[in-house]
C-alpha cells in the first residue's frame, strides 16, 4: 500500500490498482448484501454503523439491519440513522422475532439471508461493533472474484482498551485472532464479527450451513468453521481486514467474566463426532497451555520470596546461597522472556495500529499511546489463569446466559431456551449496549440526543467523489 501510494495513487486505500476505480470496472462489481444483526444500543454504535452504510463500494450494495424486536434499544436507533441517510444507501430494517432453535444472533443473520436481495452475489455478516474501513467491502469482495474457492472470508478485531483490567483481558484474549498474518491468508480460525461467503451457499443450503445454523446453533463462527473443515473449504483472512474495535469505557472485570464465559461455552457446542473431539482437544490443550504459562510466574514468586527471606536470615548455610542463585537465575530469564513477550505483542498491535491509519485516512489517527503495557502483562496472566476455570465451568453447566437469554446445551445444540429480563445484565459485556428498552422509543431522551446530534455533523461520503 505505502509503494502505491509513492507511486502516486492517493486511493490505494481502496485499491492498490487506481484503474480498479474506473466507472467501467465498478459497474460490473456483484452485488454485496450486508447483514448485521443488532441487539442493544450502546456508546459506539452510531460510530461503528456509520462506517459500514458509507463504504465507497462502487457495486450495488444493500444493508440489513435485523432486530429480534421494535423493543430493541437499537431498533429506534438505526432507523433514524437509516432515515437521515434516505436515497443514499439501499438500507432497511428487519424485525426478526424470537429464536427458537438457535441462538438470537444466528436466527437474525438466517432472516437476513431469506430477506437478502435476490441478485445478491456475495453476503457479508458484520457485527454491530465492527468499525469498518471505506475500502473494506471493495477488499473482500475482490478477494472472493479473484479466487472462487474461497469460502469464508474473515477479519481480525484489533481492540482499543478502555482503561480497565477487563479491557486489558479482551485485549489479550483477541491476540491470537492475528494469526492470519503469519499464515499467508489461510487460516483454519474465523471470527464471527466478519465473515463474508458466497450467497448461493445460503440458498442452496451448500455443506448444510443453513441448517447446520438453524438447527440448534450457537457460536455462528465455530459452527462454519467446523463445516468448512468437514468439508474441506477454504478460509481465509487478507491483511486488510483489520478493524479497530472499542471497548465500553465502563467494561467491569464483571463483564469480562462474563465474556469469557460465552467464549469458553462455544467448546461444548459441537455438529458432528470429529468435531466434538476436536473441540475436546482444543479444550485440554488451551487449558493445560493456560495454566503451564501462569506457573512460572508463581514458582518465580516463591524464588523470590526465599530470597528475600535469606537475605534478612543471618544463619544461612552455602548450600543455601547456592539454591537460591539457581532460583533466581530462572526467575531471570522469565523475566527476560516476559520481555521478549510484551515487545512482540507491541510490535503486533503498532503494525495493526498503522494499517488501520493508513485504511481509515479520514478517521481520527488511533495511537500505540493509550495502551498500557503494565496492565496488559496483568491481563495476560489473569486471562491465562481464569480460562481454564471458565472453561470447566462451562463444561459441567451445559448451560449459558447471552444477553438476557438462557440457552441450554444437549449433545452439542441448543435444546432449550429461556427469556427473562430478570435472569440477565442490562448491559452488554464489551460494548456496554443497552439491552432493553420502551417500545418505539429510545431507552433515555439523551440517547436520541446524542444520536441527533451527531448525525447532523456527519456527511456521508459519495461514490462519486472519489
Not at 482503561?163 to 492475528?178: A, F, N, V
Not at 462451562?394 to 435472569?423: A, T
Request: proline letters at 5%.
Amino acid at each position: 500500500m505505502k509503494d502505491s501510494m509513492k507511486c502516486g495513487n492517493s486511493f490505494a486505500f481502496l485499491s492498490h490498482d487506481i484503474n480498479d476505480l474506473e466507472h467501467s470496472n465498478q459497474v460490473n462489481l456483484p452485488r454485496v448484501t450486508v447483514i448485521m444483526p443488532l441487539k442493544g444500543f450502546g456508546e459506539h454504535n452510531l460510530h461503528n454503523w456509520r462506517s459500514q452504510i458509507t463504504s465507497l463500494y462502487g457495486g450495488p450494495l444493500e444493508f440489513l439491519f435485523v432486530v429480534e424486536s421494535t423493543e430493541d434499544p437499537a431498533y429506534c436507533a438505526v432507523c433514524m440513522l437509516i432515515s437521515d441517510f434516505k436515497d443514499n444507501i439501499e438500507a432497511k430494517v428487519i424485525v426478526a422475532g424470537l429464536s427458537t432453535t438457535c441462538s438470537q444472533k444466528i436466527h437474525n443473520q438466517l432472516v437476513g439471508v431469506e430477506r437478502m436481495h435476490k441478485d445478491s452475489k456475495y453476503v457479508l455478516f458484520l457485527d454491530d461493533d465492527v468499525r469498518l474501513h471505506p475500502g473494506t467491502i471493495g477488499a473482500l469482495t475482490a478477494e472472493m472474484e479473484k479466487n472462487p474457492e474461497i469460502f469464508i472470508q474473515t477479519g481480525y478485531p484489533l481492540d482499543l482498551p478502555s482503561g480497565s483490567l477487563g479491557s486489558y483481558c479482551i485485549y489479550e484474549y483477541h491476540m491470537p485472532c492475528s494469526m492470519g498474518f503469519a499464515t499467508g491468508g489461510k487460516t483454519f480460525f474465523l471470527w464471527g464479527g466478519c465473515m463474508m461467503m458466497h450467497a448461493d451457499d445460503f440458498r442452496d443450503d451448500r455443506y448444510c450451513v443453513f441448517s447446520g445454523l438453524r438447527d440448534g446453533g450457537y457460536s455462528d463462527d465455530m459452527t462454519l468453521a467446523a463445516l468448512a473443515g468437514a468439508n474441506k473449504r477454504l478460509i481465509t483472512s487478507p491483511p486488510v481486514a483489520v478493524f479497530p474495535h472499542p471497548l465500553a469505557s465502563d467494561l467491569s472485570f464483571a463483564r469480562y467474566w462474563n465474556y469469557l464465559r460465552k467464549q469458553t461455552f462455544v467448546l461444548e457446542s459441537y455438529i458432528s463426532t470429529v468435531n466434538w473431539l476436536m473441540n475436546r482437544a482444543l479444550f485440554s490443550v488451551h487449558c493445560y497451555l493456560s495454566w503451564g504459562f501462569v506457573a512460572p510466574y508463581f514458582m518465580a514468586m516463591i524464588h523470590i520470596a526465599a530470597a528475600l527471606r535469606l537475605h534478612f536470615n543471618k544463619m544461612h548455610s552455602v548450600e543455601d546461597t547456592s539454591s537460591i542463585s539457581g532460583g533466581l537465575l530462572l526467575v531471570g530469564c522469565l523475566a527476560m522472556c516476559t520481555v521478549v513477550e510484551l515487545i512482540s505483542m507491541w510490535n503486533l498491535t503498532k503494525i495493526e495500529v498503522q494499517l488501520c491509519n493508513m485504511l481509515s485516512p479520514e478517521a481520527p489517527p488511533l495511537s500505540l499511546g493509550s495502551y498500557n503495557w503494565s496492565l496488559v502483562f496483568i491481563a495476560i496472566l489473569v486471562d491465562n489463569f481464569l480460562y481454564p476455570l471458565s472453561a470447566i465451568r462451562s463444561h459441567f453447566s451445559q448451560s449459558i446466559n447471552w444477553s438476557g437469554v438462557l440457552y441450554h446445551l444437549k449433545d452439542g445444540k441448543i435444546s432449550m431456551i429461556e427469556r427473562s429480563n430478570d435472569i440477565g445484565p442490562s448491559y452488554t459485556d464489551l460494548g456496554g449496549k443497552h439491552l432493553y428498552g420502551k417500545k418505539g422509543a429510545p431507552p433515555k431522551p439523551s440517547l436520541l440526543g446524542s444520536l441527533a446530534r451527531s448525525l447532523a455533523h456527519w456527511r456521508q461520503p459519495k461514490k462519486f467523489d472519489v
